[in-house]
């Protein structure tokens, strides 16, 4: 049996063929050599197009397309009319001519239609990019993403997705300028409440702190009206008005010292309290004394200074208005700085005074005595008034301490100091000088007035029964008492000059049998 022919082709590097077909084996080859020569190509296209835009890529590869395309359909028309022979009919000639003008034709249109579809698919797109550049820059606004003029359902995703997300970073913008806003309003705030901290440091007087308190308060919290009452029992009246806003807030009509404490919740049980204008009949007393009506909301904060004096702040809101949180705490912190101020400023001041007063009598003691009486003399030097000096002296003081102990003796001290507190102005000042001598300055005096106060004071101890704290008296305590006035026509002028005098006076009581007032005579010569 005879081989078959067997024929090599040079484009398959020497393998054989049978036929004019070529062995797969061959083709492989022929393939991956393509193929490992056409790839350094390939990338070379494909970096060139990665840097263009996608309307230059797409119409290129439309191009392309039709490159292939119309190749293709000549190489249909070339091989048919190489079928048909040296003398193609002039019908077949004017069919292939026809052919690929019309593919020609067609294949532009497509260009075109190609670069028009892409052109109205790259317009939203460019929009959408230029819109996220200016939200990136912070210039959007809520309508910029109203030029994107989506196409197609799937622009129209792309697009409601970018509005959630701008609608999302304006949100996260006006939450953050709202946080940026509160943190200014509450940086303002420390720095009042630092101001007003300093302001009150500098104050010497309570009276000062109330003012202050005042200031501060209706200026921060805006309000239509405010009062700093005190309640202390020593006084007269015990509630007084230590700081009130506008001015004309007080009913003349009404004062307040004639306020009825137990009637006011907040002194009552000392504690905040809120009172709302919902026509509650439990109220602040204080309402009956203002010229603003109870339909003004009002909040009190009641503090207590010491061992009896109580403060209320009283402050009352626009009517609208309500005390929300945030104001009632700011309200406390302000209150709370003005009370620990006063708690310094009482504390220096009960300092100031044990160390200027007798622990037993309460008294000014010796020690203050000197500063005190200079003053007194230079005030009377200086506005040309008249001053009187009394010094005391017990009677028979070391008979009783000795006889009856010294709490007896402690007993007839503090019942003189009591008559002398109850019998002299507020203007004047009595000292214990020590022992049982006590001295006594009268401002403004003169020594006729100076003997009808000491005899007030002589009548007033009189009638003082110790029998009950002291038993067995024999006698009661009675009192010697020298008087000498400030004058230039004696020539006494000096503190010094005034005890001296005084001290002599004493003297004569005492040799004058005792419990007997004399009065400071001068020496006069021979």
Known sequence: ????????????????????????????????????????????????????????????????????????????????????????????????????????????????????????????????????????????????????????????????????????????????????????????????????????????????????????????????????????????????????????????????????????????????????PDGSPVRCSIDASLNLPPDHPAYCIPFTVGRGTKVLVHMLKPIGQAWTDEARQLAQTYVNTAHSSLISLHMLAEAEKQSMTDPLTALYNRRSMEQLLQREVALAERHGHPLSIVMIDMDRFKEINDAHGHAAGDHVLKSFADCVRITLRKTDLAFRFGGDEFIIALPQTTLHQAEQVVGKVRQAFAAVDFTDAIANLEHAPTLSIGVAERSKTIGILTLAQLLQASDAALYDAKSANRNCVRVYQPIRAA
């Open 1 to 276: 049996m005879s081989q078959p022919a067997r024929y090599t082709c040079d484009d398959c590097d020497g393998y054989p063929t049978r036929g004019r077909r070529l062995s797969v084996v061959a083709w492989r080859s022929k393939a991956i050599g393509f193929t490992v020569a056409a790839r350094p190509r390939a990338g070379l296209v494909v970096g060139w197009l990665s840097g263009k835009s996608l309307q230059t890529q797409l119409v290129v590869l439309a191009t392309v397309a039709l490159t292939v395309m119309s190749a293709a359909a000549a190489l249909v028309i070339g091989v048919t009319w190489l079928r048909a022979g040296p003398q193609p009919s002039d019908a077949l000639e004017t069919l292939a001519l026809r052919f690929l003008a019309t593919l020609t034709i067609a294949g532009l249109a497509s260009v075109v239609l190609v670069a028009f579809g892409v052109r109205r698919v790259l317009a939203p797109l460019h929009h959408l990019r230029q819109v996220m550049s200016d939200t990136a820059d912070g210039r959007a606004n809520p309508e910029s993403t109203d030029t994107i003029g989506a196409k197609s359902w799937d622009l129209i995703g792309v697009k409601d997705a970018f509005e959630r997300v701008v609608d999302r970073i304006h949100s996260v913008q006006r939450e953050q300028a709202n946080a940026l806003e509160s943190l200014a309003q509450r940086r303002r705030t420390v720095d009042r409440l630092l101001d007003f901290s300093q302001t009150i440091q500098g104050a010497g007087k309570a009276e000062q702190v109330f003012a202050s308190l005042a200031h501060f308060l209706k200026g921060e919290l805006g309000l239509a009206g405010l009062v700093v009452l005190t309640h202390d029992h020593e006084l007269v009246p015990p509630v007084q008005v230590r700081a009130s806003w506008p001015d004309d807030l007080m009913k003349p009509s009404c004062p307040v010292g004639e306020m009825d404490t137990t009637l006011c919740p907040c002194l009552r049980q000392n504690l905040p309290k809120h009172f709302k």
